[in-house]
């Protein structure tokens, strides 16, 4: 019986597996520069946090958990997100009492959403993101937008785009609510069964309705931007002034509603505009969230966060033809000739490795010739090779692969040759 991996999973095999952690290796620096600090959750959580955290009217919850009962009878839930996990630690470990606030995570690890898989949409995906808690300056809303946008810019992404919208405080929030369901109430048995819920838990979600999306009473919305009271309206003034002053471009959209109900004022998402890029077009999202914290069980604090996935931003450099720098050659492959070579092969081997150098050696038995094929296939820098002779006259063959050249080494000071020839010198 075949059994192939889930639908909407992949695995990721070497040749790929690179790229992957040359990506992580580059967000974990851009993160350290900006002083944020790695947090790791758990994979799973009590299915009531993402319930109350995400919300209950959004499709994540209500179609997309992976939601189960634990052999205690506990309904648990795969993360569909990391905000609410993140928040959830926030509260349980009282970071919010310690000094040195704001606090500045960032994590990387596997999401998972029951969603129909197509290219960039899969069932298990690896989200980078970020979030800032326990502030509620304009500027911390900048500094997202820039890690976020600096995250593709310094792999070497170009068509990238910030779409950025207020939904306005709570007030903001309430008056534009009521505007919509007045708007499209009269509409209410034309819209799909989804939206005339939606209409009653939380008319923002209508706005973002792909079934709805042709409605003429759609394009005639009222637009959030005209419901934001003084407070509203000043704090989106200073986020965009400040990143007039970073010199970051962006593009509003009234319409920009986000997936996920915890957002408050500043929401945007990251979209690619490169050619071939697929269906989707959105890279990342993220937005200020007030009352998480408070919903978790915290006191009122404020955060603003946002994430991506890595198969999205990978798509994306493969759409702009960026080509990362992964080496996935080799160093050396030594090539033992004989059973008493054999041993001292193994022991060289190890030594070299000790000694911080890349080696392979054959395990297949192979005769000589083909030994030379593998390292050659395996892209090897260098090939050694000892056979009983050189082993008599404590000394191994070195061949640089690159240019060609061969030297012989004494046996007992080729670490330190390899470690020049390696690093040239430095
Ligand atoms: P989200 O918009 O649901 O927001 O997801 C953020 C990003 O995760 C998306 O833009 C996309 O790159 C990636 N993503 C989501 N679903 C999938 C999928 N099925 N397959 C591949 N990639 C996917 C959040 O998750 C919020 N927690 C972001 C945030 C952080 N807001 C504040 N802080």
């Known amino acids: ?216 009473a759609m394009e005639a919305a009222p637009s959030i931007l005209e419901y934001l009271n003084d407070y509203s309206k000043d704090y989106f003034e200073r986020v965009k002034q400040y990143l007039d002053v970073m010199g970051i471009d962006y593009e509003i959209d009234p319409n920009l509603v986000r997936g996920l109900d915890y957002y408050n004022h500043t929401a945007f998402e990251i979209m690619s505009e490169a050619e071939g890029f697929g269906a989707i077009t959105t890279l990342s999202g993220g937005g200020r969230y007030t009352g998480l914290v408070k919903e978790v069980g915290g006191p009122e604090t404020s955060g603003i966060g946002f994430a991506m996935s890595i198969e999205r931003l990978l798509m994306a450099l493969e759409a702009e033809g960026v080509v990362l720098p992964v080496d996935e050659g080799l160093e050396c492959f030594i090539v033992a000739l004989g059973e008493q070579a054999e041993r001292a092969v193994i022991k060289l081997t190890d030594e070299l490795r000790r000694a911080g150098i890349q080696v392979d050696k054959d395990y297949l038995g192979k005769k000589m010739k083909a030994q030379f094929k593998a390292a050659d296939r395996l892209g090897s820098k260098y090939v050694l090779v000892l056979g009983e002779q050189e082993l008599e006259n404590g000394v191994i063959n070195v061949k640089d692969m690159t240019t060609g050249d061969q030297k012989e080494v004494a046996l007992d000071s080729v670490i330190d040759y390899m470690k020049e020839e390696l690093t040239g010198g430095e």
């Open 1 to 216: 019986m075949n059994i192939n991996a889930p639908r909407g999973t992949q695995d990721i095999l070497p040749g790929t597996s690179e790229k992957w952690q040359y990506v992580e290796k580059q967000l974990a620096d851009l993160c350290r520069r900006y002083h944020y600090k790695e947090i790791r959750t758990p994979i799973f959580e009590h299915t009531e946090l993402f319930q109350r955290g995400v919300g209950d009217s959004t499709d994540i919850v209500q179609k997309e958990m992976y939601t189960f009962e634990d052999r205690g009878g506990r309904s648990v839930t795969l993360r569909p997100e990391g905000t609410a996990s993140v928040v959830r630690s926030y509260v349980q470990n009282k970071v919010y009492g310690l000094p040195n606030q704001p606090t500045k995570y960032y994590y990387m690890g596997p999401m998972f959403r029951y969603e129909r898989p197509q290219q960039g949409r899969m069932r298990q995906f690896v989200q980078f993101g970020i979030e800032a808690l326990g502030s509620d300056d304009p500027a911390i809303d900048a500094e997202v937008l820039s890690l976020a946008l600096n995250s593709y810019k310094e792999l070497g992404l170009q068509s990238v785009k910030l779409v950025l919208n207020s939904l306005g405080d709570q007030e903001s929030r309430e008056a534009h609510r009521q505007a919509l369901i007045k708007h499209f109430d009269p509409h209410r048995e034309e819209l799909c069964s989804d939206c005339q819920i939606r209409l009653d838990q939380n008319p923002l979600r209508v706005l973002d309705c792909k079934k709805d999306r042709d409605h003429p």
